[in-house]
């Protein structure tokens, strides 16, 4: 049985003990006991085992059933709260998800079929969900995680990042960075990034950061952009990595070029027919994206990154050319970039996406971010109603916020025909989140134990266009003990070559 309709309108309850802003409809009575008619089914799930101790109980042998999964064309994830995401199809308190030929064929209770026609996943206990997406991550930094804890974007991002480590990379340095970057995401549920390069020194660079996202079997768009030091060929190398990565659409990695807002740049993107993916959008640098729209070098899709303190004829600007929005609030309020424009998109019209910047400076958990989206535009509008303020903009919810990690990072990314969503006919990104864990259970609230509860540690298993990355807690098919050495050798020459000096007690 399927729960109403995730968006239906109702009219909040008044609250007498605080600011009077509308917030999310209570659940009705049928959605209750909906929920717990599919969380009963799943009692038999011995919630308080240890994953070794339910994997004995249940008889099931891991290592036969992922490669049952490997050999066979279809997988059926039966019995699991599933939450599509897709406002036309709904989410279910119980439901089974059929993958086919690496793409969702069905959504819905009690998909009937045998062990010999597919490798069939027992899902109780486990929330489904469309992979998570991060517009805007460096992903070459990963070699730098966590050693810039305390900075600000300037001066100390700038020095150190920017102009200190960063052009010491040699592509081997690259390599690493990008692979375990990758490797850690879809460790942690996200299924598809948008991978802001800034590293392309050289066309081997270049070269190296495609061959790390292949090899991490990510889904990811290649915002090529510039490096340092004279053999850069940035922008025209994009040609080049056209013909040799990007000929087919039918294939994980797509290309974007990454730019400032610069008109050269702009006109450049416009010939080779790739989408703009603009860091740096700030108040400070208004004037050329305006100037950018009156030369009509602004297009559906382009992305734009943080867009701090724009004016409204700069929001109604990327309104009206179709622009999408990535917040990546956590980095924003703690670096310095200011404050996080959830509400500004919102009030124009924009509903955005969601992003982790640099992990030198904090954590890619999609987790953590959806609770900062979430928390920051609460705080901010229930401020505005503690000061008088009336007829207020409603407040996000849970489902919101998980839609500004899922779909909307999809259309962000220029992907929300093949991912975002668990749409039959669309590729099979998917996540199942433990519920029956500690730290969650009981399951009361889907959609809020997943933004407001869980973190990485509930991801038990990750798809990626079928195929499964992540198994029972484990990435597959990844030799951890060689990743971890690549990036520390790496890590260590980058250093040595900058003369950067770390701090590991600081």
């Given at each position: 049985?399927?729960?109403?309709?995730?968006m239906?309108?109702?009219?909040?309850?008044?609250?007498c003990c605080?600011p009077?802003?509308?917030?999310?409809?209570?659940?009705?009575?049928?959605?209750?006991l909906?929920?717990?008619?599919?969380?009963?089914?799943?009692?038999?799930?011995?919630p308080?085992l240890?994953?070794?101790?339910?994997?004995?109980?249940?008889?099931?042998?891991?290592?036969?059933?992922?490669?049952?999964m490997?050999?066979?064309?279809?997988?059926?994830?039966?019995?699991?709260?599933?939450?599509?995401?897709?406002r036309?199809?709904?989410?279910?308190?119980?439901?089974?998800?059929?993958?086919?030929?690496?793409?969702?064929?069905e959504?819905?209770?009690s998909?009937?079929?045998?062990?010999?026609?597919?490798?069939v996943?027992?899902?109780?206990?486990?929330?489904?969900?469309?992979?998570?997406?991060?517009t805007?991550?460096?992903f070459?930094?990963?070699?730098l995680?966590?050693?810039l804890?305390?900075?600000?974007?300037?001066p100390?991002?700038?020095r150190?990042?920017?102009?200190?480590?960063?052009?010491?990379?040699?592509?081997?340095?690259?390599?690493?960075?990008?692979?375990?970057?990758?490797?850690?995401?879809?460790d942690?549920?996200?299924?598809?990034?948008?991978?802001?390069s800034?590293?392309?020194?050289?066309?081997?660079?270049?070269?190296?950061?495609?061959?790390?996202?292949?090899?991490?079997?990510?889904?990811?768009v290649?915002?090529?952009w510039?490096?340092?030091?004279?053999?850069m060929?940035?922008?025209?190398?994009i040609?080049?990595?056209?013909?040799?990565y990007?000929?087919?659409?039918?294939?994980?990695?797509t290309?974007?070029?990454?730019?400032?807002?610069?008109?050269n740049?702009?006109?450049?993107?416009?010939?080779?027919?790739?989408?703009?993916v603009?860091?740096?959008?700030?108040?400070?640098?208004?004037?050329t994206?305006?100037?950018?729209?009156?030369?009509?070098?602004l297009?559906?899709?382009?992305?734009?990154?943080?867009?701090?303190?724009?004016?409204?004829?700069?929001?109604?600007?990327?309104?009206?050319?179709g622009?999408?929005?990535?917040?990546?609030?956590p980095i924003e309020?703690?670096?310095?970039?200011?404050?996080?424009?959830?509400?500004?998109?919102?009030?124009?019209?924009i509903?955005?996406?969601?992003?982790s910047d640099?992990d030198?400076?904090?954590?890619q958990?999609?987790?953590?971010?959806?609770?900062?989206?979430?928390t920051?535009?609460?705080?901010?509008?229930?401020?505005?109603?503690?000061?008088?303020?009336?007829?207020?903009?409603?407040?996000?919810t849970?489902?919101?916020?998980?839609?500004?990690?899922?779909?909307?990072?999809?259309?962000?990314?220029?992907l929300?025909?093949?991912?975002?969503?668990?749409?039959?006919?669309?590729?099979?990104?998917?996540?199942?989140?433990?519920?029956?864990?500690l730290?969650?259970?009981?399951?009361?609230?889907?959609?809020?134990?997943?933004?407001?509860?869980?973190?990485?540690?509930?991801?038990?298993?990750?798809?990626?266009?079928?195929?499964?990355?992540?198994?029972?807690?484990?990435?597959?098919?990844?030799?951890?003990?060689?990743?971890l050495?690549?990036?520390?050798?790496a890590?260590?020459?980058?250093?040595?070559?900058?003369?950067?000096?770390?701090?590991?007690?600081?």
């Open positions: 049985m399927r729960h109403d309709h995730p239906k309108p109702a009219t909040p309850d008044a609250c605080g009077d802003v509308s917030s999310a409809p209570a659940p009705s009575r049928r959605a209750l909906t929920a717990s008619a599919g969380l009963a089914a799943g009692a038999a799930a011995l308080f240890s994953d070794s101790a339910r994997a004995q109980a249940t008889g099931a042998n891991a290592d036969g059933l992922l490669a049952r490997r050999g066979q064309r279809r997988i059926l994830l039966k019995g699991g709260v599933v939450l599509t995401l897709d036309g199809i709904g989410d279910f308190a119980q439901a089974d998800v059929l993958i086919e030929d690496g793409k969702i064929r959504v819905r209770p998909v009937a079929l045998s062990n010999d026609d597919a490798a996943i027992d899902a109780t206990n486990r929330i489904v969900v469309p992979g998570f997406i991060d805007h991550h460096h070459y930094q990963g070699l995680r966590s050693i804890t305390n900075g600000l974007l300037n100390d991002y700038s150190d990042i920017g102009n200190t480590l960063t052009p010491a990379y040699a592509p081997a340095d690259a390599y690493a960075g990008v692979l375990v970057t990758a490797l850690g995401m879809i942690m549920g996200t299924t598809t990034a948008v991978d802001t800034q590293v392309s020194h050289t066309p081997e660079h270049s070269d190296a950061c495609i061959r790390a996202l292949q090899e991490s079997g990510m889904r990811a290649y915002a090529y510039r490096g340092s030091g004279p053999d060929r940035y922008p025209q190398d040609m080049r990595l056209q013909r040799t990007f000929s087919s659409q039918d294939q994980l990695l290309l974007a070029l990454g730019a400032v807002l610069d008109t740049v702009f006109t450049y993107a416009r010939e080779v027919g790739v989408r703009c603009s860091h740096g959008v700030s108040n400070n640098t208004e004037r994206l305006l100037e950018l729209g009156r030369a009509g070098l297009r559906p899709g382009d992305e734009y990154i943080h867009c701090t303190h724009l004016s409204d004829t700069a929001w109604h600007l990327l309104k009206d050319t622009a999408r929005i990535s917040i990546a609030a309020m703690a670096m310095g970039h200011g404050l996080p424009p959830i509400q500004a998109a919102l009030d124009h019209g509903r955005p996406s969601l992003s640099v030198a400076t904090m954590a958990d999609p987790f953590t971010i959806m609770r900062a989206a979430f920051l535009q609460r705080l901010m509008l229930l401020q505005r109603a503690r000061g008088g303020e009336q007829n207020l903009p409603p407040l996000l849970c489902r919101d916020v998980l839609e500004f990690a899922t779909i909307e990072g999809a259309r962000c990314a220029g929300e025909s093949k991912v975002g969503t668990l749409t039959p006919g669309k590729e099979a990104d998917i996540v199942m989140l433990t519920a029956d864990r730290n969650v259970w009981p399951l009361n609230n889907a959609p809020g134990a997943v933004v407001n509860v869980m973190n990485p540690s509930n991801v038990d298993t990750v798809f990626i266009a079928g195929k499964v990355k992540k198994w029972r807690g484990n990435l597959v098919d990844v030799d951890a003990a060689r990743v050495r690549v990036v520390r050798e890590r260590d020459a980058v250093v040595r070559r900058s003369g950067f000096q770390m701090n590991l007690l600081g």
